[in-house]
């Protein structure tokens, strides 16, 4: 399988804490991106970090890349019950601009 | 800007019997996909195209088949459905080579029975 995997499959927190989930992809890529769902809807394009970039942010998310490993995680931080939904890695491959996805972390956030 | 819609949002068909799910997009994107999601599965790539008259396969091209002879448009065919086919199919657009995130469909929720 081509698919990328993510841990942990669920992430249950309170809220004001900080969430981490994480991500490894098989391949060389181009970028790897984020994203939201909701239950029962599509996906939403949270952020993206290219394949030479460590770092990223954007709000209260932070995302690291680490090539050599094809590891990335993404760090959630001051968790509200509204981010309660789905969290999905997507590695777009080198050459071909294939976007393989994880098989996602379901964060429930506690009032 | 309706960004990319898919219909129908639900359908039941029986073994054997074929459509069509339909795909537009309205914001000029050269790559679009389609994906299938099933429960512990994640999104699993169908099809994808990155331009019209271009097609090629992702993970779980069997049983469906694509083509793209416009830009805003992208079908996907079930020519023999069958109940391991029952699923959600995603529809997504975006730019070619890395130019941001994809935009995703709502969803099209189908049982084969």
């Known amino acids: 399988s081509q698919q990328g995997e993510e841990d942990p499959q669920a992430l249950s927190i309170q809220e004001g804490e900080n969430a981490t989930m994480n991500c490894s992809y098989k391949?060389?890529?181009?970028?790897l991106q984020w994203y939201r769902q909701n239950s029962g809807r599509g996906l939403v394009h949270l952020i993206l970090?290219?394949?030479?970039?460590r770092e990223k942010h954007s709000g209260r998310l932070r995302v690291t890349l680490d090539t050599s490993k094809k590891s990335s995680s993404l760090l959630i931080t001051a968790s509200r019950a509204a981010d309660t939904a789905s969290y999905f890695c997507?590695?777009?491959?080198?050459?071909?601009?294939?976007?393989?996805f994880g098989t996602g972390t379901r964060l429930q956030v506690f009032p | 800007n309706a960004g990319v819609t898919q219909t129908p949002k639900f359908q039941v068909l029986k073994t054997g019997q074929s459509m069509t799910l339909q795909c537009a997009q309205d914001m000029n994107h050269e790559y679009m996909s389609w994906y299938r999601q099933d429960p512990g599965m994640g999104l699993r790539l169908i099809h994808y195209s990155v331009g019209a008259g271009i097609t090629d396969q992702g993970e779980v091209p069997n049983g469906y088949n694509v083509s793209r002879s416009t830009t805003e448009d992208f079908p996907l065919r079930l020519l023999s459905a069958a109940p391991s086919q029952t699923s959600v199919y995603f529809c997504?657009?975006?730019?070619?080579?890395?130019?941001?995130?994809?935009?995703f469909g709502q969803g099209t929720r189908l049982t084969v029975v």
């Open positions: 997504a657009s975006s730019y070619f080579q890395g130019g941001g995130g994809a935009f």
């Open positions: 970090i290219r394949s030479n970039e």
């Open positions: 391949t060389s890529i181009n970028n």
């Open positions: 997507a590695s777009q491959y080198y050459n071909t601009d294939k976007l393989i």
